[in-house]
């Protein structure tokens, strides 16, 4: 094994096995493969593949599938869950929508025996996802080394093999150092990298388990430290200046509510002194008429007549006769 071999073999076993099994291959088209590849996301493998027959028996074509409502097929996937039933369906939608996308069809022998149009298949799959497109370019062109150009920059950027437009001369060149036994392993774990991390315009390098191995990779890990570090910066910079605003509302606040509360008592305290002024004006009002009204008084008080003054204490006449 030349060292470039081991260096690639030591790399893929840094990187995790994708998560949901690759079915097997006997007696399923490349389409059926892909789709199981997708069921196997949500469902057992056995209701898989009963979910696959189910929809094959229901329907004349896949296209008629394509363009059905999900209420119209979601009791054909296997599982007593009404809503994971609906999530499937929708899933089962998007995977034939990105193939017919792809290649206007279904038939996934287009890429057999092509190896650019191969490639150009596997170049961009985000919901089926590189790993599994690369599983089906290994299917399809069992002799051939399953790559993208999203594995090619992969690869550049680990430095080892250089960038190109053509595929045939970056298959020519890496088929060099990938061993026949070594193909299926690099298919999954390589497209599982650029699905996951290696990304062409903002890759997570800082995720990937090959960064420490990756040229590339530790200068946007590097980056990535960097920019890290400004933003908790700029973060811890403007919690300082909330917290400085929270105070100084707090403040302002606290002034407002002290300016409010003189004020308060400035005002009841004014109308105290009215209430007070009200009241010893009528009180001065008051004291005013008390006189008057007792000149008042005795004026229209009844004088009493002379003769009765005359004849009080005066003996009473006798009648005549006694």
């Known amino acids: 094994m030349s060292d470039k071999s081991q260096r ?86 998007e995977y034939l929508q990105e193939i017919y996308q792809k290649i206007h069809g279904f038939n996934l022998d287009v890429i057999k025996g092509d190896v650019a149009e191969a490639a150009r298949f596997a170049s961009h799959l985000p919901f089926l996802g590189a790993s599994a497109g690369h599983y089906l370019l290994l299917l399809a062109n069992p002799s051939e080394l399953p790559i993208s150009p999203a594995v090619v920059r992969a690869l550049d950027r680990l430095g ?12 020519a060149e890496i088929v060099n150092f990938v061993p026949e036994a070594m193909r299926r392993d690099f298919a999954i774990r390589m497209g599982f990298v650029v699905e996951k991390w290696c990304d062409a315009k903002k890759p997570l390098c800082w995720q990937c388990p090959l960064v420490v191995a ?66 010893a004006r009528l009180a001065a009002k008051a004291a005013k008429k008390r006189p008057v009204e007792a000149r008042t008084r005795k004026k229209s008080a009844p004088k009493k007549s002379v003769h009765k003054k005359a004849t009080q204490g005066a003996p009473r006449p006798r009648k005549k006769g006694k």
Request: charged content about 40%.
């Open 8 to 93: 690639l073999a030591d790399l893929l076993a840094k990187v995790p096995p994708p998560a949901t099994p690759l079915p097997s291959v006997e007696g399923k088209s490349l389409l059926e493969i892909g789709f199981l590849c997708v069921l196997y996301r949500r469902l057992s493998e056995s209701a898989a593949e009963k979910t696959l027959q189910a929809l094959q028996g229901a329907f004349p074509d896949w296209n008629e599938l394509r363009v059905s409502q999900i209420q119209e097929f979601q009791h054909l996937i296997q599982t007593k869950s009404p809503d994971l039933a609906a999530i499937v369906a929708r899933d089962v939608r």
């Open 160 to 171: 080892l093999a250089k960038r190109t437009s053509s595929i045939k001369k970056a298959q």
């Open 214 to 279: 990756c040229p590339h990779g530790k200068k946007v890990e590097r980056e990535w430290k960097q920019s890290q570090r400004r933003l908790e910066m700029q973060r811890a910079r403007e919690e300082e200046r909330q917290v400085k605003e929270v105070e100084k509302e707090r403040k302002r606040a606290a002034a407002d509510e002290k300016r409010r509360m003189i004020a308060k008592a400035k005002d009841e305290a004014r109308k105290q002194r009215e209430i007070e002024r009200q009241k």
